[in-house]
Protein backbone atom coordinates (compact mmCIF):
# COMPACT_ATOMS: atom_id res chain seq x y z
CA UNK A 1 0.00 0.00 0.00
CA UNK A 2 0.92 3.36 -0.92
CA UNK A 3 0.42 6.69 1.31
CA UNK A 4 2.04 9.83 0.87
CA UNK A 5 0.60 12.32 3.42
CA UNK A 6 1.88 15.80 4.01
CA UNK A 7 2.53 17.14 7.42
CA UNK A 8 3.90 20.59 8.98
CA UNK A 9 5.62 21.13 12.23
CA UNK A 10 5.37 17.78 13.15
CA UNK A 11 7.15 16.12 16.15
CA UNK A 12 6.77 12.37 18.22
CA UNK A 13 6.01 10.68 21.24
CA UNK A 14 5.54 7.22 20.34
CA UNK A 15 3.30 4.94 22.70
CA UNK A 16 3.58 1.37 23.08
CA UNK A 17 0.16 -0.49 22.64
CA UNK A 18 0.98 -4.41 23.73
CA UNK A 19 -0.25 -7.68 22.37
CA UNK A 20 -1.12 -8.46 25.93
CA UNK A 21 -3.09 -5.03 26.09
CA UNK A 22 -4.78 -5.96 22.84
CA UNK A 23 -5.85 -9.10 23.97
CA UNK A 24 -7.88 -7.80 27.43
CA UNK A 25 -10.05 -5.52 25.67
CA UNK A 26 -10.96 -7.78 22.10
CA UNK A 27 -11.03 -11.71 21.97
CA UNK A 28 -9.04 -11.07 18.59
CA UNK A 29 -5.10 -10.87 19.25
CA UNK A 30 -2.34 -9.63 17.26
CA UNK A 31 0.74 -11.06 16.80
CA UNK A 32 2.52 -10.29 19.52
CA UNK A 33 4.28 -7.06 18.32
CA UNK A 34 3.24 -4.64 15.85
CA UNK A 35 4.84 -3.93 12.21
CA UNK A 36 4.65 0.04 12.72
CA UNK A 37 7.49 1.24 15.45
CA UNK A 38 5.46 1.52 18.08
CA UNK A 39 7.83 0.93 20.74
CA UNK A 40 10.51 2.65 19.95
CA UNK A 41 10.96 6.26 22.15
CA UNK A 42 12.00 9.34 19.52
CA UNK A 43 13.75 11.65 22.11
CA UNK A 44 17.39 9.63 21.38
CA UNK A 45 17.96 12.26 18.49
CA UNK A 46 17.81 16.15 18.84
CA UNK A 47 16.93 18.62 16.15
CA UNK A 48 18.69 20.05 13.49
CA UNK A 49 19.60 23.89 14.52
CA UNK A 50 22.72 26.23 13.59
CA UNK A 51 23.09 26.71 10.38
CA UNK A 52 26.96 27.18 10.08
CA UNK A 53 28.04 23.75 12.26
CA UNK A 54 25.43 21.59 10.10
CA UNK A 55 27.10 23.06 6.84
CA UNK A 56 30.32 21.46 8.63
CA UNK A 57 28.87 18.24 9.28
CA UNK A 58 27.95 19.49 12.89
CA UNK A 59 30.79 20.05 13.95
CA UNK A 60 30.15 22.90 17.12
CA UNK A 61 32.32 22.21 20.48
CA UNK A 62 35.29 24.30 19.62
CA UNK A 63 34.21 25.79 15.98
CA UNK A 64 30.95 27.48 17.49
CA UNK A 65 31.16 31.76 16.80
CA UNK A 66 27.57 33.12 17.43
CA UNK A 67 24.31 32.35 19.39
CA UNK A 68 24.06 28.55 18.51
CA UNK A 69 26.82 27.89 21.22
CA UNK A 70 23.87 28.46 23.53
CA UNK A 71 22.65 24.45 22.72
CA UNK A 72 25.81 23.35 21.42
CA UNK A 73 28.86 24.58 23.77
CA UNK A 74 27.63 27.41 25.86
CA UNK A 75 31.34 27.97 26.71
CA UNK A 76 31.85 29.64 22.97
CA UNK A 77 29.20 32.47 23.06
CA UNK A 78 32.01 33.94 24.99
CA UNK A 79 33.84 34.64 21.44
CA UNK A 80 30.89 37.09 20.74
CA UNK A 81 32.04 40.76 20.90
CA UNK A 82 28.98 42.70 19.04
CA UNK A 83 25.17 42.30 20.15
CA UNK A 84 23.81 39.37 17.94
CA UNK A 85 20.03 38.80 16.83
CA UNK A 86 19.62 35.20 15.13
CA UNK A 87 17.31 33.08 13.62
CA UNK A 88 16.07 30.59 10.88
CA UNK A 89 13.79 28.43 9.27
CA UNK A 90 14.00 24.81 8.74
CA UNK A 91 12.92 22.71 5.97
CA UNK A 92 13.41 18.59 6.12
CA UNK A 93 11.67 15.71 4.72
CA UNK A 94 11.40 12.05 5.39
CA UNK A 95 11.01 9.70 2.75
CA UNK A 96 9.93 5.77 4.42
CA UNK A 97 9.81 3.10 2.06
CA UNK A 98 9.61 -0.67 2.82
CA UNK A 99 7.73 -4.21 3.14
CA UNK A 100 6.22 -6.04 5.50
CA UNK A 101 4.84 -9.50 5.25
CA UNK A 102 5.61 -9.09 1.43
CA UNK A 103 3.40 -6.24 1.12
CA UNK A 104 5.00 -2.85 -0.04
CA UNK A 105 4.67 0.91 1.87
CA UNK A 106 5.73 4.09 1.05
CA UNK A 107 5.42 7.01 3.31
CA UNK A 108 6.98 11.16 2.53
CA UNK A 109 6.69 13.88 5.02
CA UNK A 110 7.87 17.03 4.72
CA UNK A 111 8.54 19.79 7.69
CA UNK A 112 8.27 24.00 7.67
CA UNK A 113 9.35 25.55 11.00
CA UNK A 114 11.00 28.44 13.06
CA UNK A 115 14.21 26.35 13.73
CA UNK A 116 15.70 29.32 16.09
CA UNK A 117 15.03 32.62 17.34
CA UNK A 118 18.51 33.89 19.62
CA UNK A 119 19.87 37.20 21.37
CA UNK A 120 23.18 36.85 23.16
CA UNK A 121 24.64 40.09 24.51
CA UNK A 122 27.79 41.05 24.99
CA UNK A 123 28.85 42.94 28.95
CA UNK A 124 31.77 45.35 28.40
CA UNK A 125 34.69 44.01 30.58
CA UNK A 126 37.93 45.21 31.37
CA UNK A 127 39.47 41.96 30.49
CA UNK A 128 38.08 39.62 29.07
CA UNK A 129 34.66 38.72 27.84
CA UNK A 130 31.53 37.85 29.59
CA UNK A 131 28.21 37.11 27.45
CA UNK A 132 24.64 36.23 28.36
CA UNK A 133 22.28 34.81 25.66
CA UNK A 134 18.08 34.00 25.32
CA UNK A 135 17.17 31.64 22.83
CA UNK A 136 14.40 29.38 21.54
CA UNK A 137 15.18 26.36 19.93
CA UNK A 138 12.97 23.54 17.82
CA UNK A 139 14.68 20.74 19.87
CA UNK A 140 12.68 17.72 19.07
CA UNK A 141 11.89 17.76 15.13
CA UNK A 142 10.54 13.98 15.09
CA UNK A 143 7.89 13.05 12.88
CA UNK A 144 6.02 10.10 12.52
CA UNK A 145 3.97 8.78 9.20
CA UNK A 146 3.54 5.20 9.26
CA UNK A 147 0.74 3.35 6.61
CA UNK A 148 1.55 -0.79 6.18
CA UNK A 149 -0.93 -3.38 5.15
CA UNK A 150 0.05 -7.07 4.61
CA UNK A 151 -2.19 -10.76 5.79
CA UNK A 152 -0.42 -12.88 8.81
CA UNK A 153 -1.74 -14.77 11.05
CA UNK A 154 -3.91 -13.66 14.30
CA UNK A 155 -4.88 -16.19 17.10
CA UNK A 156 -8.34 -14.99 19.02
CA UNK A 157 -11.35 -16.98 21.39
CA UNK A 158 -13.87 -18.31 18.67
CA UNK A 159 -17.51 -18.09 21.23
CA UNK A 160 -19.37 -20.23 19.18
CA UNK A 161 -16.70 -23.22 19.14
CA UNK A 162 -15.62 -22.42 22.41
CA UNK A 163 -11.39 -22.60 21.37
CA UNK A 164 -8.71 -21.05 20.30
CA UNK A 165 -8.05 -19.99 16.99
CA UNK A 166 -5.41 -19.09 14.29
CA UNK A 167 -6.01 -17.99 10.81
CA UNK A 168 -4.86 -15.10 8.31
CA UNK A 169 -6.27 -11.70 8.50
CA UNK A 170 -5.91 -9.10 6.54
CA UNK A 171 -4.40 -6.50 8.54
CA UNK A 172 -3.53 -2.28 8.50
CA UNK A 173 -1.57 -0.60 10.78
CA UNK A 174 -2.05 3.50 10.35
CA UNK A 175 0.05 5.66 12.55
CA UNK A 176 0.57 9.49 12.40
CA UNK A 177 2.04 11.71 15.26
CA UNK A 178 2.85 15.61 15.12
CA UNK A 179 3.26 18.49 17.54
CA UNK A 180 6.34 20.80 18.61
CA UNK A 181 8.88 20.64 21.45
CA UNK A 182 11.10 23.74 21.67
CA UNK A 183 13.53 25.02 24.56
CA UNK A 184 13.70 27.73 25.90
CA UNK A 185 17.03 28.64 26.84
CA UNK A 186 19.32 31.34 28.91
CA UNK A 187 23.27 30.84 28.91
CA UNK A 188 25.65 32.92 29.91
CA UNK A 189 29.43 32.79 29.33
CA UNK A 190 32.80 34.28 30.72
CA UNK A 191 37.08 34.14 30.40
CA UNK A 192 38.06 32.32 33.38
CA UNK A 193 41.50 33.18 32.52
CA UNK A 194 43.42 34.39 28.91
CA UNK A 195 42.57 30.34 26.97
CA UNK A 196 40.16 29.33 28.94
CA UNK A 197 36.13 29.76 28.91
CA UNK A 198 33.76 28.75 30.73
CA UNK A 199 30.13 28.41 30.08
CA UNK A 200 26.49 27.04 30.96
CA UNK A 201 22.70 27.08 30.05
CA UNK A 202 19.00 26.46 31.14
CA UNK A 203 16.82 25.15 29.10
CA UNK A 204 13.01 25.36 29.91
CA UNK A 205 11.58 22.33 27.66
CA UNK A 206 7.62 22.76 26.29
CA UNK A 207 5.51 21.31 23.97
CA UNK A 208 2.34 19.72 22.87
CA UNK A 209 1.97 16.48 21.22
CA UNK A 210 -0.57 14.82 19.10
CA UNK A 211 -1.09 10.63 17.91
CA UNK A 212 -3.39 8.40 16.41
CA UNK A 213 -2.88 4.72 15.72
CA UNK A 214 -5.34 2.58 13.73
CA UNK A 215 -5.02 -0.81 13.61
CA UNK A 216 -7.99 -2.68 11.53
CA UNK A 217 -8.20 -6.56 11.11
CA UNK A 218 -10.38 -8.33 8.52
CA UNK A 219 -11.52 -11.48 8.23
CA UNK A 220 -11.06 -11.79 4.27
CA UNK A 221 -10.74 -15.57 4.11
CA UNK A 222 -13.82 -16.50 6.14
CA UNK A 223 -11.83 -18.42 9.35
CA UNK A 224 -14.34 -17.53 11.85
CA UNK A 225 -18.26 -17.40 12.21
CA UNK A 226 -18.38 -14.54 15.09
CA UNK A 227 -16.40 -12.25 13.82
CA UNK A 228 -16.02 -10.28 10.47
CA UNK A 229 -13.66 -7.27 11.05
CA UNK A 230 -11.43 -5.88 14.21
CA UNK A 231 -10.36 -2.17 14.57
CA UNK A 232 -8.45 -0.57 17.51
CA UNK A 233 -8.14 3.28 17.55
CA UNK A 234 -6.03 4.82 19.89
CA UNK A 235 -5.96 9.00 20.14
CA UNK A 236 -3.38 10.71 22.56
CA UNK A 237 -2.78 14.06 23.56
CA UNK A 238 -0.38 15.77 25.53
CA UNK A 239 1.24 18.80 26.82
CA UNK A 240 4.83 18.14 27.23
CA UNK A 241 7.51 20.21 30.00
CA UNK A 242 10.91 19.78 31.18
CA UNK A 243 14.40 21.56 32.66
CA UNK A 244 17.35 20.87 30.83
CA UNK A 245 21.25 21.75 32.15
CA UNK A 246 24.18 22.12 29.98
CA UNK A 247 27.67 22.91 30.89
CA UNK A 248 30.03 23.86 28.52
CA UNK A 249 34.27 24.97 28.54
CA UNK A 250 36.49 26.15 25.71
CA UNK A 251 40.21 26.26 25.67
CA UNK A 252 42.58 27.80 23.83
CA UNK A 253 45.64 25.47 23.37
CA UNK A 254 48.11 27.22 20.78
CA UNK A 255 46.93 30.15 18.07
CA UNK A 256 45.84 27.40 15.57
CA UNK A 257 44.34 24.45 18.29
CA UNK A 258 41.26 25.30 20.16
CA UNK A 259 39.61 22.29 22.57
CA UNK A 260 35.87 21.82 23.03
CA UNK A 261 33.97 19.87 26.08
CA UNK A 262 29.94 19.50 26.99
CA UNK A 263 28.32 17.90 30.01
CA UNK A 264 24.83 17.50 29.62
CA UNK A 265 22.81 16.78 32.38
CA UNK A 266 20.02 13.68 32.97
CA UNK A 267 16.31 15.40 31.50
CA UNK A 268 13.20 14.84 32.71
CA UNK A 269 10.45 15.29 30.36
CA UNK A 270 6.94 15.10 31.27
CA UNK A 271 3.80 14.10 29.09
CA UNK A 272 0.74 14.94 30.85
CA UNK A 273 -2.51 14.45 28.45
CA UNK A 274 -4.97 12.17 27.48
CA UNK A 275 -5.68 8.96 25.86
CA UNK A 276 -8.97 7.39 24.22
CA UNK A 277 -9.04 4.13 23.15
CA UNK A 278 -11.53 3.00 21.01
CA UNK A 279 -12.43 -0.73 19.84
CA UNK A 280 -14.86 -2.39 17.23
CA UNK A 281 -15.92 -5.59 16.53
CA UNK A 282 -18.27 -6.42 13.99
CA UNK A 283 -19.72 -10.16 13.37
CA UNK A 284 -22.87 -12.11 15.55
CA UNK A 285 -20.43 -11.83 18.59
CA UNK A 286 -19.56 -8.37 18.04
CA UNK A 287 -19.30 -4.95 19.49
CA UNK A 288 -17.79 -1.50 20.80
CA UNK A 289 -16.05 0.06 23.56
CA UNK A 290 -14.46 3.28 24.61
CA UNK A 291 -12.45 4.19 27.44
CA UNK A 292 -10.68 7.80 28.29
CA UNK A 293 -7.91 7.92 30.30
CA UNK A 294 -5.75 10.52 32.12
CA UNK A 295 -1.96 10.14 32.46
CA UNK A 296 1.46 11.83 33.70
CA UNK A 297 4.23 10.01 32.41
CA UNK A 298 7.88 10.56 33.13
CA UNK A 299 11.09 10.02 30.17
CA UNK A 300 14.75 10.95 31.78
CA UNK A 301 17.15 11.46 29.58
CA UNK A 302 20.87 10.64 30.47
CA UNK A 303 23.96 12.09 30.98
CA UNK A 304 25.49 13.49 27.39
CA UNK A 305 29.25 13.97 26.96
CA UNK A 306 30.79 15.76 24.00
CA UNK A 307 34.35 16.84 23.17
CA UNK A 308 36.05 18.39 20.34
CA UNK A 309 38.56 20.41 18.43
CA UNK A 310 38.91 22.69 16.13
CA UNK A 311 42.31 23.54 14.41
CA UNK A 312 43.48 26.30 11.82
CA UNK A 313 46.29 25.24 9.64
CA UNK A 314 45.89 28.66 7.13
CA UNK A 315 43.72 32.12 8.09
CA UNK A 316 41.49 30.85 5.75
CA UNK A 317 41.13 27.19 6.52
CA UNK A 318 39.41 25.75 9.80
CA UNK A 319 38.86 21.80 10.31
CA UNK A 320 36.65 21.08 13.00
CA UNK A 321 35.49 17.55 14.41
CA UNK A 322 33.26 16.64 17.31
CA UNK A 323 32.59 13.38 19.51
CA UNK A 324 29.63 12.43 22.21
CA UNK A 325 28.48 9.61 24.28
CA UNK A 326 24.93 8.48 25.69
CA UNK A 327 24.20 5.44 26.98
CA UNK A 328 20.91 5.19 25.99
CA UNK A 329 20.26 2.32 28.18
CA UNK A 330 20.53 4.67 31.40
CA UNK A 331 17.09 5.95 30.49
CA UNK A 332 14.37 6.51 32.95
CA UNK A 333 10.29 6.12 32.94
CA UNK A 334 7.69 6.38 35.35
CA UNK A 335 4.30 5.79 33.86
CA UNK A 336 1.53 3.62 32.70
CA UNK A 337 2.05 0.28 31.58
CA UNK A 338 2.58 0.76 27.59
CA UNK A 339 5.62 2.50 28.33
CA UNK A 340 7.06 -1.27 29.20
CA UNK A 341 9.04 -2.76 31.03
CA UNK A 342 12.02 -1.32 32.65
CA UNK A 343 14.41 -4.11 31.89
CA UNK A 344 12.98 -4.55 27.93
CA UNK A 345 13.91 -1.35 27.53
CA UNK A 346 17.97 -2.01 28.62
CA UNK A 347 17.58 -4.31 25.71
CA UNK A 348 16.42 -2.36 23.39
CA UNK A 349 18.09 0.74 23.37
CA UNK A 350 22.44 1.19 23.82
CA UNK A 351 24.74 3.73 24.08
CA UNK A 352 25.35 5.56 20.75
CA UNK A 353 29.33 7.54 19.58
CA UNK A 354 28.10 10.61 17.07
CA UNK A 355 30.98 11.86 15.30
CA UNK A 356 31.31 14.74 13.36
CA UNK A 357 33.74 16.52 10.90
CA UNK A 358 33.96 19.07 8.98
CA UNK A 359 35.76 21.92 6.92
CA UNK A 360 35.09 25.51 6.31
CA UNK A 361 37.18 27.85 3.89
CA UNK A 362 36.93 31.83 3.12
CA UNK A 363 37.22 32.42 -0.33
CA UNK A 364 40.20 35.21 -0.36
CA UNK A 365 38.84 38.96 -1.25
CA UNK A 366 35.56 37.32 -1.07
CA UNK A 367 33.27 38.03 1.92
CA UNK A 368 31.71 34.34 1.34
CA UNK A 369 32.80 30.97 3.52
CA UNK A 370 32.29 27.49 1.91
CA UNK A 371 31.30 24.53 3.87
CA UNK A 372 31.63 20.88 3.98
CA UNK A 373 31.12 17.54 6.08
CA UNK A 374 30.53 14.56 7.45
CA UNK A 375 28.10 13.84 10.75
CA UNK A 376 27.42 9.86 11.79
CA UNK A 377 24.32 9.86 13.92
CA UNK A 378 23.56 6.28 15.21
CA UNK A 379 20.00 4.57 16.23
CA UNK A 380 19.79 4.06 19.69
CA UNK A 381 16.90 1.68 19.33
CA UNK A 382 18.33 -1.80 18.73
CA UNK A 383 15.02 -3.55 18.64
CA UNK A 384 15.33 -3.58 14.63
CA UNK A 385 18.23 -5.00 13.26
CA UNK A 386 20.03 -1.94 11.75
CA UNK A 387 21.41 -3.26 8.56
CA UNK A 388 22.98 0.39 7.48
CA UNK A 389 23.50 2.69 10.25
CA UNK A 390 22.32 6.82 9.65
CA UNK A 391 25.14 9.30 8.20
CA UNK A 392 24.41 12.71 7.06
CA UNK A 393 26.85 14.19 4.20
CA UNK A 394 26.61 18.01 4.31
CA UNK A 395 26.82 21.12 2.38
CA UNK A 396 26.81 25.00 3.49
CA UNK A 397 27.34 28.22 3.08
CA UNK A 398 27.90 31.67 4.45
CA UNK A 399 28.11 35.59 3.35
CA UNK A 400 28.65 38.60 5.02
CA UNK A 401 26.77 41.83 4.04
CA UNK A 402 27.85 44.98 4.87
CA UNK A 403 30.22 43.54 7.63
CA UNK A 404 26.48 43.25 10.16
CA UNK A 405 24.43 40.86 8.61
CA UNK A 406 26.06 37.14 8.04
CA UNK A 407 23.55 34.65 6.03
CA UNK A 408 24.63 30.88 6.58
CA UNK A 409 22.92 27.91 4.40
CA UNK A 410 23.07 24.70 4.99
CA UNK A 411 22.17 21.10 3.41
CA UNK A 412 22.22 17.12 4.28
CA UNK A 413 21.06 14.26 3.37
CA UNK A 414 21.36 10.40 4.85
CA UNK A 415 20.05 7.39 4.16
CA UNK A 416 19.46 4.47 6.74
CA UNK A 417 18.26 0.75 6.84
CA UNK A 418 16.39 -1.40 9.25
CA UNK A 419 14.73 -4.90 9.53
CA UNK A 420 13.37 -7.46 11.29
CA UNK A 421 13.10 -11.47 9.87
CA UNK A 422 10.20 -12.40 12.13
CA UNK A 423 8.19 -9.42 10.13
CA UNK A 424 9.47 -10.20 6.65
CA UNK A 425 9.90 -6.53 7.09
CA UNK A 426 12.33 -4.00 6.03
CA UNK A 427 12.60 -0.48 5.64
CA UNK A 428 14.85 2.41 4.01
CA UNK A 429 14.65 5.98 5.58
CA UNK A 430 15.79 8.81 3.11
CA UNK A 431 16.49 12.11 5.66
CA UNK A 432 16.84 15.91 3.87
CA UNK A 433 16.83 19.21 5.05
CA UNK A 434 17.58 22.50 4.64
CA UNK A 435 18.15 25.17 7.10
CA UNK A 436 18.12 28.61 6.50
CA UNK A 437 19.58 31.24 9.39
CA UNK A 438 20.58 35.02 9.63
CA UNK A 439 22.02 36.98 12.65
CA UNK A 440 22.66 40.79 12.45
CA UNK A 441 25.35 42.26 14.41
CA UNK A 442 25.11 45.61 15.99
Given at each position: MTRRHRTFSIVALVLVLTGALLATISPVSAYDGYVAPLTEIPFTTTGLTGARSLGMGGVSLATADDGSAMLTNPAALARLRRVELSGGFLFDGTAVSGDAFGSSYETDITNTSLSALRFAYP???????????LGLERVYGLEADFLASYVDSLTWYEPSDDIDMTANWAQTEDMLSNGDIYAGTVAAAFDASENVSIGAAVSIVGGTYERTFLYTAIDDYGASADYDSYRLEIDSEADVTGLGFKLGALFYLTD???????????????????????TTLTG????????????????????????????????????????????????????????????????????????????????????????????????????????????????????????????????????SERSADEYAFDETVEDTALIIEAAYRF
Open positions: FPTFRGSLVVGELAAGATVTLPTTLTFSGTETVMPEGGSDVETTTFEDDLTLPFAFGVGASWTPLDLVLVGCDYQYVNWSEMEYEGRVYLGDQADRRDAYEATHDLSAGIEVTIPDMPVRVRGGYMFRPIAYRGLTIDSDRAYWTLGAGILIDTVLAIDVAWLTAT
